[in-house]
């Protein structure tokens, strides 16, 4: 893994969350990108070489839909760089992690993702990130 890619924040109001996190980091978003295959809007913030992502949810039984019901409002996932998505599915499994979805996705921002079970990464939402050439 290079690099913390992004944390992922689960918001009920993208647009009050866009301009709460402007604020907070003193710049605008610089993407805004829905993913309708997730059921999920997204804004993304640069801060560094990482990235803040609020997700909101775009369906009633989305994934983030389901995590606001459940949980309210905060950090829903961590997200890791990676060179190689199908090689660390494959190092992660050996390891004994519990792969979501071992066949990579496009995910947002020009990505595919592969999300790893909450329960075998002590209850973190883990979600490994490769550019799309």
Request: with cysteine; net charge negative; proline share 2%.
């Given at each position: 893994?290079?690099?913390?890619?992004?944390?992922?924040?689960?918001?009920?109001?993208?647009?009050?969350?866009?301009?709460?996190?402007?604020?907070?980091?003193?710049?605008?978003?610089?993407?805004?990108?829905?993913?309708?295959?997730?059921?999920?809007?997204?804004?993304?913030?640069?801060?560094g070489e990482s990235k803040i992502e609020l997700l909101e949810a775009t369906k009633e039984n989305s994934a983030i839909a389901k995590y606001l019901e459940k949980k309210s409002e905060g950090i829903h996932h961590i997200a890791f760089a990676v060179d190689n998505i199908?090689?660390?599915?494959?190092?992660?499994?050996?390891?004994?992690?519990?792969?979501?979805?071992?066949?990579?996705?496009?995910?947002?921002?020009?990505?595919?993702?592969?999300?790893?079970?909450?329960?075998?990464?002590?209850?973190?939402?883990?979600?490994?990130?490769?550019?799309?050439?």
């Amino acid at each position: 893994m290079r690099k913390i890619e992004h944390l992922g924040i689960a918001v009920k109001d993208l647009e009050k969350s866009k301009l709460l996190f402007a604020k907070l980091l003193g710049h605008d978003s610089y993407k805004t990108e829905e993913v309708e295959s997730e059921g999920v809007k997204t804004e993304f913030f640069m801060i560094g070489e990482s990235k803040i992502e609020l997700l909101e949810a775009t369906k009633e039984n989305s994934a983030i839909a389901k995590y606001l019901e459940k949980k309210s409002e905060g950090i829903h996932h961590i997200a890791f760089a990676v060179d190689n998505i199908e090689e660390e599915v494959e190092r992660l499994k050996s390891e004994g992690f519990e792969i979501l979805n071992e066949t990579p996705k496009k995910g947002a921002d020009n990505k595919l993702v592969v999300f790893l079970h909450p329960k075998s990464t002590n209850g973190v939402l883990v979600e490994l990130c490769q550019d799309i050439s």
